[in-house]
């Protein structure tokens, strides 16, 4: 099993930043591939970023690309979102998923995630 810790939500101004990490453990792998998902409340969730487990490969939701940063740290198994010039539209719970394999695309099926973490941007 491997488990997923979200942490670094909050509340924030437009136009703030936040940074996201994404504590992987248990029978977890340098190999496993990182994302971060998002649902706001009444809709679905939907993808938001990922990475390749050699950073080699990145993965942005149009409405995050140029604002939104995602990396990742594979001697700590820690993925991070960094969040910049966030808008009130960014407000959702925030999730950190992991899976294996060579697709890191929003349609992939994600095997392991977190608990989320709410993020909440005021306008």
């Known amino acids: 099993q491997v488990q997923l810790v979200e942490s670094g939500g909050g509340l924030v101004q437009a136009g703030g930043s936040l940074r996201l990490s994404c504590a992987a453990s248990g029978h977890f792998f340098v190999s496993y591939n990182m994302g971060w998902f998002r649902q706001a409340p009444g809709k679905e969730r939907e993808f938001v970023a990922a990475?390749?487990?050699?950073?080699?490969?990145?993965n942005y939701a149009d409405s995050v690309k140029g604002r939104f940063t995602i990396s990742s740290d594979n001697a700590k198994n820690t993925a991070f979102l960094q969040m910049n010039s966030l808008k009130p539209e960014d407000t959702a719970v925030y999730y950190c998923a992991a899976r294996r394999g060579l697709d890191i695309t929003p349609n992939a099926r994600w095997d392991y995630w977190g608990q989320g973490t709410q993020v909440t941007v005021s306008s």
């Open positions: 990475i390749s487990w050699n950073g080699a490969g990145l």
